[in-house]
T-cell receptor, first 115, second 110 residues
Framework: DAGVIQSPRHEVTEMGQEVTLRCKPI?????LFWYRQTMMRGLELLIY????????DSGMPEDRFSAKMPNASFSTLKIQPSEPRDSAVYFC?????????????FGDGTRLSIL | KQEVTQIPAALSVPEGENLVLNCSFT??????LQWFRQDPGKGLTSLLLIQSSQREQTSGRLNASLDKSSGRSTLYIAASQPGDSATYLC?????????FGSGTKLNVKP
């Protein structure tokens, strides 16, 4: 059974460029989460979708960040323009049902470096 | 704002030892608490999820307890093995938000 699939696994780009991270949740899961992990701030929830609708995006750091979920099997996280402080590992996770009572399944992350 | 603390930050034990990892949180109004494991370069793997109405959950050699009133959870690992070496994180969920601890890095020596 395929897990959560994220692409790319690694991304290195220059400051000011647009970055798009992609996520395919586990088939049948209807909740999707984007996280960011850094040494300084640990793991932070950026946005939470349920049935393709954003439920809470209060963790999105700035207007430079945007996330979409056009259908149940695909989501993107976009940073435009990117800055060096956006360098982090970005994780996508999915769960069956809401976050109240179902465990999350994480992808292996995208390691993003902004030069 | 909810704050989640994990102590110790790192732990090294010989194989076979039983051990306890600690997690504390400041706001007892939670829906659930989860324990995760993270291996280097990988995402998180959910180990146990405890609902706010539950006191403990067990899976194999793992047992997690929850005392909501005191804002504490423990993860008990029995008969530790080198394969248990990883970083263990706890997370609480309330009001559409997850709050993670910074983790305990566990090293089980053969």
């Amino acid at each position: 059974d395929a897990g959560v699939i994220q692409s790319p696994r690694h991304e290195v780009t220059e400051m000011g460029q647009e970055v798009t991270l992609r996520c395919k949740p586990i088939s049948g899961h209807n909740s999707l989460f984007w996280y960011r992990q850094t040494m300084m701030r640990g793991l932070e929830l950026l946005i939470y979708f349920n049935n393709n609708v954003p439920i809470d995006d209060s963790g999105m750091p700035e207007d430079r960040f945007s996330a979409k979920m056009p259908n149940a099997s695909f989501s993107t996280l976009k940073i435009q323009p990117s800055e060096p402080r956006d360098s982090a590992v970005y994780f996508c996770a999915s769960s069956f049902g809401g976050a109240e009572n179902q465990p999350q399944h994480f992808g292996d992350g995208t390691r993003l470096s902004i030069l | 704002k909810q704050e989640v603390t994990q102590i110790p930050a790192a732990l090294s034990v010989p194989e076979g030892e039983n051990l306890v990892l600690n997690c504390s949180f400041t706001d007892s109004a939670i829906y659930n608490l989860q324990w995760f494991r993270q291996d280097p370069g990988k995402g998180l793997t959910s180990l146990l999820l405890i609902q706010s109405s539950q006191r403990e959950q067990t899976s194999g050699r793992l047992n997690a307890s929850l005392d909501k009133s005191s804002g504490r959870s423990t993860l008990y690992i029995a008969a530790s093995q080198p394969g248990d070496s990883a970083t263990y994180l706890c997370a609480v969920y309330n009001f559409n938000k997850f709050y993670f601890g910074s983790g305990t890095k566990l090293n089980v020596k053969p």
